[in-house]
C-alpha cells in the first residue's frame, strides 16, 4: 500500500483491509510524507516502510516488492491507501493468479460505475487496446493499480519496477510481458477516496495521452533481456 501524506484515510483503510481480509499482511510505504501517514498506518496495525524521501508511486512500490521478495512471500497485492479500492475484490484477483502472473482489477470490464472523459479517457482506450495486443488477451485498464503479482513478477518487480511517472502501471505491464509473464484481468469496481484530492486534475489531464503513450515507447525500445535477470531462477 503506497502512500504519501494519506493520515486522513490510510488508518481507515488499513483497518478494512484486515477485516475484510483476516489473515493477510499489510505493508504500508510510507514515501517520504510530511504528515502523519506512518503512524496512523501503524497504529491501525500495518507494517510500515518509511523511505526517507519522496519517491513516487513506482519507487515505492519496489521497495514494497523488494520487501516482498526478502521476506519470502509469494503473493502480493497494491490497494491504493485513498480507500477506492475495494478489498472485497482481493480473493477474485488471487483466484486468476492460478492462470497468470499479475492480474489487474479492471474498471472497465462490466463492473462499478467508474468513468473517466475526455483525454483521459482516450489515452485509456488507446493503451489497452495496445496493450492487448501484446498481452495476447483483452485488456480493458491497464492503467489501474489494484493488481496482484504472483512470485515471477514478485522477483521481476523487485529489481525492475518503473518509478517515473506512469510507469508503474503502463510501463510495468511492458516490462512484465516482455520477461514472459502473464497478464490477465478480472472486473472491479472503483470507490470515491476517502479523503484528500485526486492526483490528477484537468490540466495534467491535457498531457496524460502523451505522456502514457511515452511510458510505453520507452519500455518498448529497451532490450528484453534487460528484464529477464530478475525471473531467470524461476
Not at 513506482?58 to 491507501?81: L, T
Not at 470507490?191 to 511515452?214: C, D, I, Q, T, W
Request: proline share 5%; charged share 20%; hydrophobic share 45%.
Amino acid at each position: 500500500m503506497p502512500a504519501y501524506n494519506e493520515e486522513a484515510s490510510v488508518g481507515r483503510t488499513v483497518t478494512e483491509v484486515l477485516s475484510v481480509l483476516p489473515g493477510a499482511h499489510v505493508l504500508v510505504v510510507d514515501d517520504g510524507s510530511s504528515d502523519a501517514t506512518a503512524a496512523v498506518a501503524a497504529a491501525a496495525g500495518a507494517r510500515v516502510l518509511r523511505l526517507p524521501f519522496n519517491l513516487g508511486v513506482g519507487g515505492a512500490m519496489r521497495a514494497g516488492f523488494r520487501y516482498a521478495v526478502a521476506n519470502g512471500y509469494s503473493v502480493a497485492v497494491q490497494i491504493d491507501a485513498d480507500g477506492q479500492h475495494d478489498p472485497a475484490g482481493v480473493p477474485k484477483l488471487l483466484e486468476k493468479l492460478s492462470e497468470a502472473d499479475i492480474v489487474l482489477g479492471a474498471r472497465f470490464a462490466g463492473e462499478g460505475d467508474y468513468h473517466s472523459t475526455g483525454p483521459r479517457w482516450w489515452a485509456m482506450k488507446l493503451l489497452a487496446s495496445s496493450l492487448s495486443k501484446l498481452a495476447g488477451t483483452r485488456l480493458t485498464d491497464t492503467t489501474s493499480g489494484f493488481r496482484a503479482s504472483g512470485p515471477k513478477a514478485l522477483r521481476l518487480f523487485a529489481e525492475h519496477y518503473p518509478a517515473e511517472y506512469l510507469g508503474d502501471t503502463i510501463e510495468a505491464l511492458v516490462i512484465a510481458l516482455r520477461a514472459g509473464c502473464v497478464v490477465r484481468q478480472v472486473p472491479t469496481a472503483m470507490r470515491e477516496r476517502a479523503a484528500g484530492v485526486p492526483s490528477h486534475n484537468p490540466f495534467k489531464s491535457a498531457v496524460y495521452l502523451g505522456r502514457a503513450m511515452l511510458a510505453m515507447v520507452f519500455a518498448l525500445v529497451r532490450p528484453a533481456s534487460t528484464f529477464r535477470t530478475g525471473v531467470s531462477e524461476l
